[in-house]
């Protein structure tokens, strides 16, 4: 297997990784944006539910009042039975009359009330005619209000809106069947029937918003039956005036629920704006007569009042008329008319709906600390790789040199050794030559052996630095004779300077410091051999506050730019010189002790070497 062989595995396994958890994290995202849309509609739909609660809150009373008025209402003044002067004589029906409440308290968003007469003849409490016309303005009805409902009943008459009450009243009756008059005596306890199309939500399986929708419209029957029972009641066996004469007769009476009807105004005229009106229409059946009886919405004003009570929630709100045929938006839909509540936007003092579904979701954090362990995983599985890699580098530049190194003092010592052993050097100084030789060979031999030992314990962190406090004199003394012998060998002169005094005190450990400054002097006679400067010098100057600088130069070729990023790593040899002896330990060892002592071990780029020591002084007591 080759040496990029484990890279390229793990580089297939990390892509393999990588792209599974992509496909996992994208996967979850989606769904977490699907879980985060479904919850911001839901929160949407609880307050737009919430603003339609509101609005109904506002209508429902009106359209319930309107449900249970009594019939003789819609005439501009009805004969009281049961009245009584204060004398308590009982009074005949026909000699009294009282104004329609309709005529005295017209409702804010209801345009106009209206009758139509089995006849076809219109008619309304807020027109009234002859003589009641000059009691209506006795009663506090303006000529003004009289003009502007003569004129919204003549638009009604205008938009041909007979034939389309009586037929939605007829649709609505054999859609209901029995249930679609109502008596009202016996009224109690008596809901409508719901609206066509809500029909499929009596099934079984209705949705939730079905039901209470369906909920929401059977509490308004039961208010308007309530009411329907109340008012009637009040008025027990009601009268009405027969057509040929002042003759009163009780009768019986039923009546339906509101039905919607929209229908198509024409744009011109007082009132009227155009486009779908809304009317809510009813069946009256007082005795033998069926009356027609119904309200026309003034759309615009109650749009307004809707916008106005929810414009907290949602200030562009509108209302969305719905017609028959139009899908119900169960939870914007409004039971009391046929409208439904198209919301906008929200309201920015409402809260933003993503600010209300809290803060990170667990999903998302957990997809994040997947990513970042399997980083982590990741950069700990290349580093051991890099690392595992650097090392079987080492190890082979490590056999590599140590077996170069070894093989020639072997090679030197097995041939001088033969040729002494076997009697072939005969002369006394050549004998005495190969003597040195090996001599020189076994101290080269035994440095060599010496640097492994020593990188192997600095690798095991074995090395434990025997710190003591001494001086420069101290050091130097103790090392000087060896500096100095290695420098005769490669003729060289060793040159000491100490501008510090020698009696500067140090801590540091003497044999470690002993080795540093010898494999220092031994890199600089290796590379300074052919300089023609035939000196190696050692000077010794204060570096700083407590520390103290130790320098070694040489008249060698020096290092540059890319020499000195690897000067120190082990087994690294000098590009100056690469054919010089020894297995490249010699700097990486002595930056090592330098460091384990607390100091350290710095090169300069330029023409000659330049290495600096730098020891850790004591501190002043």
Same mark, same amino acid.
């Given at each position: ?153 003549? +638009?009604? #008459? $205008? ?9 939605? &009243? %007829?649709?609505?009756? /054999?859609?209901? =069947? @029995? ?69 009163? +007769?009780? #009768? $019986? ?9 929209? &229908? %198509?105004?024409?744009? /011109?005229?007082? =009132? @009227? ?349």
């Amino acid at each position: 297997m080759t040496s990029r062989a484990p890279f390229l595995i793990f580089a297939i396994g990390a892509l393999a990784i990588v792209g599974a958890l992509v496909w996992g994290s994208g996967a979850l995202i989606s769904l977490e944006a699907e879980r985060q849309a479904i919850a911001a509609d839901a929160l949407r739909n609880e307050r737009v539910s919430l603003a339609v609660w509101r609005a109904e809150s506002l209508i429902a009373p009106v359209v319930a009042g309107e449900a249970a008025r009594p019939h003789f209402h819609y005439r501009a003044f009805y004969s009281p039975r049961l009245a009584y002067t204060r004398f308590w004589e009982e009074i005949d029906d026909d000699e009294i009359f009282v104004p329609s409440p309709i005529l005295t308290a017209p409702v804010p968003w209801i345009r106009l009330h209206f009758q139509l007469s089995p006849e076809g003849a219109w008619s309304s409490p807020q027109v009234p005619t002859g003589n009641m016309a000059d009691l209506a303005e006795s009663a506090g009805l303006t000529t003004e209000a009289t003009a502007r409902a003569r004129a919204a009943l003549e +638009t009604l #008459i $205008a938009c041909e809106a007979e034939a389309k009450l009586v037929a939605s &009243l %007829e649709r609505e009756s /054999e859609e209901r =069947g @029995a249930g679609f008059m109502v008596a009202l005596l016996d009224a109690v306890g008596v809901e409508g029937e719901p609206p066509p199309e809500l029909a499929a939500a009596s099934q079984i399986g209705e949705s939730r918003g079905q039901q209470e929708w369906s909920a929401r419209r059977r509490g308004f029957n039961r208010q308007v039956a309530g009411q329907n029972v109340m008012m009637n009641n009040a008025q027990a066996n009601p009268i009405v005036i027969d057509p040929r004469g002042n003759r009163r +007769t009780p #009768i $019986a009476l039923r009546q339906s629920s509101l039905v919607p009807v929209w &229908l %198509e105004a024409p744009a /011109e005229g007082e =009132g @009227a704006d155009g486009g779908p009106q809304l009317v809510l229409v009813r069946r009256v059946a007082a005795g033998d007569q069926l009356l027609t009886q119904g309200v026309w919405v003034d759309w615009d004003v109650l749009e307004r009042l809707v916008r106005d009570e929810v414009a907290d929630i949602f200030p562009d709100a509108r209302l969305l008329p719905r017609h028959g045929a139009d899908p119900i938006d169960l939870d914007a839909a409004f039971s009391t008319v046929p409208a439904d509540l198209l919301a906008g936007e929200l309201a920015p003092e409402a809260g933003p709906i993503q600010a209300t579904t809290g803060g990170p979701a667990p999903v998302l954090v957990g997809i994040g600390l997947s990513w970042g362990l399997l980083a982590i995983a990741l950069i700990a599985v290349g580093l051991a790789l890099a690392g595992l890699a650097r090392l079987s580098r080492r190890r082979l530049e490590f056999v590599s040199a140590v077996t170069h190194e070894l093989r020639t003092p072997l090679t030197t010592f097995q041939m001088y050794t033969d040729m002494l052993a076997e009697g072939m050097v005969r002369d006394e100084e050549q004998r005495q030559e190969y003597y040195t030789t090996l001599r020189a060979e076994s101290e080269r031999l035994g440095h060599l052996v010496q640097n492994v030992l020593e990188y192997s314990r600095l690798e095991a962190k074995r090395f434990q630095p025997a710190i003591e406090r001494t001086t420069i004199d101290a050091l130097l003394d103790r090392c000087r004779r060896a500096l100095e012998e290695r420098c005769s060998r490669a003729d060289l002169e060793l040159e000491v300077t100490i501008e510090t005094g020698g009696d500067a005190a140090v801590e540091t450990d003497p044999a470690a410091l002993e080795r540093i400054l010898f494999n220092l002097v031994d890199n600089a006679c290796k590379y300074a051999a052919e300089a023609e400067e035939r000196h190696v010098r050692l000077s010794v100057a204060t570096a700083g506050p407590g520390r103290i600088g130790i320098a070694v130069d040489d008249g060698g070729p020096g290092l540059d730019e890319a020499s000195l990023r690897s000067v120190f790593e082990p087994f690294v040899r000098g590009a100056a010189r690469p054919n010089q002896p020894g297995i490249g330990l010699g700097l990486a060892l002595a930056r090592r002790w330098a460091r384990e002592l607390g100091g350290d071990l710095e090169a300069r780029v330029g023409p000659g070497g330049h290495f600096r020591l730098f020891l850790r002084q004591p501190s002043p007591a």
